[in-house]
């Protein structure tokens, strides 16, 4: 079983950036995907981001393309998400999951492994 603790969440404002962290425990992860979804107030979770390691693709959901920049540290079990020019609309608790995709556009998390989230929220 993977555990997945998010980490880097905060209060900014419009425009600024933030790098959340994921740090994954248990079996090694290396042979997964590992994504980034969010969920905002009201609103059902939402995919933003994946990074395949095998290949090294990146994948973002449309809202976040060249914006927000997927990474990872295999060695160190590590993955980052960094977000640049903040929206409102970005306010989220952030969670990072094990993935299986893509299927079209499409990402499937491993629902038996969600961490806690962090906040992130944008003042505008």
């Known amino acids: 079983q993977v555990k997945l603790v998010e980490s880097g969440g905060g209060l900014v404002q419009v425009g600024d950036s933030l790098r959340l962290s994921c740090e994954a425990s248990?079996?090694?992860?290396?042979?997964?995907?590992m994504g980034w979804f969010r969920q905002a107030p009201g609103k059902e979770r939402e995919f933003v981001a994946a990074?395949?390691?095998?290949?090294?693709?990146?994948y973002y959901a449309d809202a976040v393309k060249g914006r927000f920049t997927i990474s990872g540290d295999k060695a160190k079990n590590m993955v980052y998400l960094q977000m640049s020019d903040l929206k409102s609309e970005d306010t989220a608790v952030y969670y990072c999951?094990?993935?299986?995709?893509?299927?079209?556009?499409?990402?499937?998390?491993?629902?038996?492994?969600w961490g806690q989230g962090t906040q992130v929220t944008i003042s505008s």
């Open positions: 999951a094990v993935v299986d995709g893509p299927y079209g556009s499409r990402w499937i998390p491993d629902e038996r492994a």
């Open positions: 248990g079996r090694s992860f290396s042979a997964y995907a």
């Open positions: 990074i395949r390691w095998m290949i090294g693709s990146t």
